[in-house]
C-alpha cells in the first residue's frame, strides 16, 4: 500500500470520527432545544407573572466559568455557606432516573461531590421550598452516580413522577407537580411558600451546552412521609 493512499485513508477516518464526534455533541443540545420548544414554549415562571419572550433576552453567560460551584448559577443571588439546625448532609432518590440514596449537601459549594441545596431555603418536610442543584452533562454520558452527570435526564421527568427524600430520620415522597425553564436571572424559584413542602430541583439546560444559559425547574410537593424511613402513601399529606 502506498503511502499516498495510506494517507488518504487516515484523512477520510479522521474527517468522520471528527464528524461523528461533532454529530454526537451537537444533536442531544439541539434535539433538547426542539423537545423544550414544545414542552416549555416560552421562558416562564409560573411563581410570578415575569415572562420573557424568546432566547434573544437571555442573561449574558461567561465561558470558563465553573459550573460545578453552585454561587455561579443565578446571577444576583446572595450564596451564604450555612446548614439548618446542624443538619448538613441527607439523601434523595429519583427511581425513574435510577438515582438512589444521592448525597445532598445543605450550602455545598462542589457539584462534582454531591447535589446542593441553596442555603436559606427550607428543609424537606417543613413548610416551604427546598431548592436544590445537580449538574448535567450531554446525556449520553449519564451515569446516576456520578455527580458531574446526576441531573443530565432531568429533562425527562413528567408530572407525577415520584422524589423520596431521607431528611433527618424521616422519609418522604414527593410528586411532581410541575416542570419549566427560566433564565439566572430569575430569582424568584428560591422564594418559599407556606402553604405546603416543595422540592425545586434545578440544573443547567440544555444538557451539554457550554454557556448553560437556562435553568430547568422541577417543582414537586409532598405527597407522603413516615417517621421509620418506610415511606408510606397518604396523598393528602401535602394538603
Not at 479522521?14 to 461533532?22: C, E, K, N, Q, V
Not at 452516580?145 to 422519609?171: C, H, M, N, Q, R
Not at 424559584?189 to 443547567?204: A, E, K, M, R, W
Request: net charge neutral; with cysteine.
Amino acid at each position: 500500500m502506498s503511502d499516498k493512499l495510506i494517507l488518504r485513508i487516515s484523512a477520510v477516518v479522521s474527517a468522520l470520527s471528527g464528524a461523528i464526534i461533532l454529530f454526537t455533541t451537537i444533536y442531544p443540545i439541539v434535539s433538547y432545544e426542539n423537545k423544550a420548544a414544545i414542552k416549555y414554549p416560552m421562558l416562564l415562571n409560573p411563581l410570578s407573572e415575569s415572562k420573557t419572550k424568546g432566547a434573544s433576552t437571555q442573561a449574558k453567560t461567561q465561558p470558563n466559568v465553573d459550573y460545578t460551584n453552585p454561587k455561579n448559577w443565578f446571577i444576583g443571588a446572595d450564596y451564604k455557606t450555612e446548614s439548618a439546625g446542624g443538619i448538613s448532609f441527607y439523601t434523595i432518590s429519583i427511581p425513574k432516573l435510577d438515582i438512589k440514596d444521592a448525597t445532598v449537601e445543605i450550602g455545598g459549594e462542589d457539584l462534582g461531590k454531591s447535589l446542593v441545596q441553596y442555603p436559606g431555603t427550607s428543609v424537606p418536610g417543613k413548610p416551604g421550598n427546598a431548592v436544590i442543584f445537580g449538574h448535567s452533562i450531554l446525556p449520553q454520558f449519564y451515569n446516576p452516580k456520578s455527580y458531574l452527570s446526576i441531573f443530565s435526564l432531568l429533562p425527562t421527568l413528567e408530572k407525577g413522577d415520584s422524589i423520596e427524600v431521607k431528611y433527618d430520620g424521616v422519609a418522604y415522597k414527593y410528586k411532581v407537580e410541575t416542570m419549566f425553564e427560566i433564565l439566572p436571572t430569575d430569582l424568584q424559584v428560591l422564594d418559599q411558600q407556606p402553604d405546603s413542602s416543595y422540592l425545586t430541583l434545578v440544573t443547567c439546560v440544555p444538557p451539554g451546552h457550554p454557556l448553560k444559559p437556562k435553568r430547568l425547574i422541577v417543582r414537586a410537593r409532598i405527597a407522603a412521609f413516615n417517621k421509620g424511613l418506610e415511606i408510606l402513601e397518604n396523598e393528602n399529606t401535602g394538603n
